[in-house]
C-alpha cells in the first residue's frame, strides 16, 4: 500500500498538464529539428511513463482500462488540437505512437512491476 499516494497522484496530473503544455506550445525554430522520426521514439517514451505511472496507483484492471482509452484519447484530441491551431503539425503517426506506448506499458507494468511505487516507498522514503 502507498503510503504517499496523494503525492504521486499529484505529480501524475502534473505529468499529464506537462504533456498538454508541451504539446500545445509553439516550437522554437531553432529546436524544430526532426531527426529521423526520433519524435517518435519521444511520444512513446512520454505516454508510455504516463500510463505506467498510472498504473502504479490503481490496480484495477477496469480503471487501468478507463485510464487506456482515456491517455489514448488525449492523444489523439491533442494531435487535432495542434492540426486546427496550426500552431504545431497535425501528425497521425504521433497519435499511432502515443498509443503504442499507452499500450505497452498496460500490458508491460502486470505483477511486481506494477508495485514499482511501493518498492521505493519502502526501501527509500520511509
Known amino acids: ?24 506550445i509553439p516550437v522554437p525554430e531553432q529546436l524544430n529539428i526532426e531527426i529521423n522520426h526520433f519524435d517518435k521514439i519521444e511520444h512513446t517514451l512520454a505516454y508510455f511513463l504516463l500510463m505506467a505511472w498510472f498504473s502504479q496507483l490503481y490496480y484495477s484492471k477496469s480503471v ?9 484519447l488525449m492523444g489523439v484530441v491533442i494531435e487535432i488540437l495542434q492540426g486546427v491551431g496550426e500552431i504545431r503539425m497535425f501528425d497521425p503517426f504521433d497519435m499511432l505512437a502515443n ?7 498496460w500490458l508491460f507494468i502486470k505483477g511486481s512491476w506494477s508495485e514499482i511505487f511501493v518498492y521505493i516507498e519502502s526501501r527509500f522514503i520511509r
Open 1 to 24: 500500500m502507498l503510503y504517499y499516494r496523494s503525492i504521486w497522484l499529484f505529480i501524475g496530473w502534473l505529468l499529464v498538464l506537462f504533456i498538454w503544455v508541451m504539446s500545445l
Open 99 to 105: 498509443s503504442f506506448g499507452v499500450l505497452l506499458a
Open 64 to 72: 487501468r482500462l478507463f485510464y487506456v482509452v482515456g491517455f489514448i
